[in-house]
Nanobody
Framework: VQLQAFGGGLVQAGGDLKLSCAAS???????MAWFRQAPGKEREFVAAFRWTDGEQYYSDSARGRFTISRDSSQNMVFLRMNNLKPEDTALYYC????????????????WGQGTLVTVSS
């Protein structure tokens, strides 16, 4: 499985962006997640999606503003980000196939290359 994240860019505070993660290979029934990493900071959990029942998980900072979704027919996962804030500025990664006990732990078997989101104030 290879993952490719795209859709990042420069947006003003309060704006919206939609990130996409395209997977080559079968990701059906593999847990999928988005993480982000700001300069000088550790990689942090943003959102996760469980294929089996559609359950979604969000970080406190993402809940209510971000929405994770998927298109199984195209092997893609999305992250819709609304009302962006300067503190959302980071490199965003998609990940698949959880290796840890919790979706929030950045231990996944497959990672995309990251797409940069910059939010200006």
């Amino acid at each position: 499985v290879q993952l490719q994240a795209f859709g990042g860019g420069l947006v003003q505070a309060g704006g919206d962006l939609k990130l996409s993660c395209a997977a080559s290979g079968n990701i059906f029934r593999r847990p999928m997640a988005w993480f982000r990493q700001a300069p000088g900071k550790e990689r942090e959990f943003v959102a996760a999606f469980r294929w089996t029942d559609g359950e979604q998980y969000y970080s406190d900072s993402a809940r209510g503003r971000f929405t994770i979704s998927r298109d199984s027919s195209q092997n893609m996962v999305f992250l819709r980000m609304n009302n962006l804030k300067p503190e959302d500025t980071a490199l965003y990664y998609c990940a698949a196939d959880l290796l840890a006990s919790s979706y929030t732990i950045p231990r996944y078997k497959f990672w995309g290359q990251g797409t940069l989101v910059t939010v200006s104030s």
